[in-house]
């Protein structure tokens, strides 16, 4: 299965002032409700995680809608958002997304999360990680997946044009396939599954910037079910705030629901402001 969209996403700058973090937070708050009924089978954090910041709030949010309408009919939709609450060594993060879409007026995407994650840095090259999440994914027969886990975040290497980072942990989670005429595997399962990534981030140069994230999360109690995501992103300086971004992104579940193929490719391509 492959899929894709294009994005233009438009950031608010910072810092915040007292009615502007209202704003954010009742954002945060809207997007989050809008978001749980429906996303990946990994979300890869990395790409949410901000580049180092003073204490206080940062964030962003963003839409972007598409469609056609005549000889062809389509529209897709999408939404995210995300804030970082950082107090010396702490960091709270909560991420939300959503994409639905539609072609010929039959629905063909509807699929979001909402993540909760805290950041202990403990040493310069360790950090505890504690988080929690939901995830909905009608086209992949996903009612509702819900997972608590922690882990250990480990930076092997940091340089100024590059890193090297490594996690290593677990989570428990329970998981409701949804019921489809002729299929037999229905119903909601809780099971532990380990949570183990290697993120690379690399400067070519003062334009150009690569990163690099691999999931991999076997099943506890069944070795031959994992699922891998691995997720690379090229970024162009346009301008001190502006950036071009290209993301491809393959996932991977070795024992999917029933009528559900293994592998999912997907690429985004769209402006990215940040500040």
Same mark, same amino acid.
């Not at 890193?163 to 119903?187: I, M, N, P, T």
């Given at each position: 299965?492959? =899929?894709?969209?294009?994005?233009?996403?438009?950031?608010?700058?910072?810092?915040?002032?007292?009615?502007?973090?209202? /704003? @954010?937070?009742?954002? +945060?708050?809207?997007?989050? =409700?809008?978001?749980?009924? *429906?996303?990946?089978?990994?979300?890869?954090?990395?790409?949410?995680?901000? $580049?180092?910041? *003073?204490?206080?709030?940062?964030?962003? !949010?963003?839409?972007?809608?598409?469609?056609? !309408?005549?000889?062809? /009919?389509?529209?897709?939709?999408? @939404?995210? +958002?995300?804030?970082?609450?950082?107090?010396?060594?702490?960091?709270?993060?909560?991420? @939300?997304?959503? +994409?639905?879409?539609?072609?010929?007026?039959?629905?063909?995407? &509807?699929?979001?999360?909402?993540? #909760?994650?805290?950041?202990?840095?403990?040493?310069?090259?360790?950090?505890?990680? %504690?988080?929690?999440?939901? %995830? /909905?994914?009608?086209?992949?027969?996903?009612?509702?997946?819900?997972?608590?886990?922690?882990?250990?975040?480990?930076?092997?290497?940091?340089?100024?044009?590059?890193?090297?980072?490594?996690?290593?942990?677990?989570?428990?989670?329970?998981?409701?396939?949804? !019921?489809?005429?002729?299929?037999?595997?229905?119903?909601?399962?809780?099971?532990? /599954?380990?949570?183990?990534? #290697?993120?690379?981030?690399?400067?070519?140069?003062?334009?150009?910037?690569?990163?690099?994230?691999?999931?991999?999360?076997?099943?506890?109690?069944?070795?031959?079910?994992?699922?891998?995501?691995?997720? !690379? +992103?090229?970024?162009?300086?346009?301008?001190? @705030?502006?950036?071009?971004?290209?993301?491809? =992104?393959?996932?991977?579940?070795?024992? $999917?629901?029933? =009528? %559900?193929?293994?592998?999912?490719? &997907?690429?985004?391509?769209?402006?990215?402001?940040?500040?």
């Amino acid at each position: 299965m492959a =899929a894709s969209s294009h994005t233009c996403c438009v950031k608010p700058s910072l810092p915040l002032n007292v009615a502007q973090q209202k /704003r @954010a937070k009742a954002l +945060s708050i809207l997007l989050s =409700a809008f978001l749980m009924p *429906t996303a990946h089978a990994i979300v890869n954090i990395e790409e949410m995680r901000g $580049p180092p910041q *003073t204490d206080g709030l940062t964030g962003d !949010a963003s839409l972007s809608m598409s469609g056609d !309408a005549g000889n062809t /009919r389509q529209s897709h939709l999408s @939404a995210s +958002s995300q804030f970082f609450w950082q107090r010396g060594a702490v960091t709270k993060l909560i991420a @939300a997304d959503y +994409s639905y879409g539609e072609n010929s007026r039959h629905r063909n995407t &509807n699929k979001g999360f909402v993540h #909760l994650r805290y950041i202990k840095q403990q040493t310069p090259t360790r950090a505890l990680e %504690v988080f929690t999440q939901a %995830v /909905r994914n009608e086209f992949s027969r996903l009612s509702l997946r819900t997972l608590i886990g922690a882990g250990t975040r480990l930076t092997l290497h940091h340089s100024r044009n590059d890193a090297v980072h490594l996690g290593a942990g677990a989570f428990y989670l329970k998981e409701s396939q949804q !019921a489809r005429a002729g299929l037999s595997d229905d119903g909601t399962e809780k099971f532990w /599954r380990g949570n183990f990534y #290697l993120a690379l981030r690399y400067q070519i140069n003062e334009q150009v910037r690569i990163v690099s994230t691999t999931y991999y999360q076997p099943a506890l109690d069944n070795g031959h079910d994992f699922r891998l995501l691995e997720e !690379a +992103s090229l970024k162009i300086k346009l301008t001190d @705030a502006l950036n071009f971004k290209l993301t491809l =992104a393959l996932t991977h579940d070795s024992e $999917p629901p029933q =009528a %559900v193929e293994k592998t999912d490719i &997907n690429y985004k391509t769209g402006i990215e402001y940040r500040f």
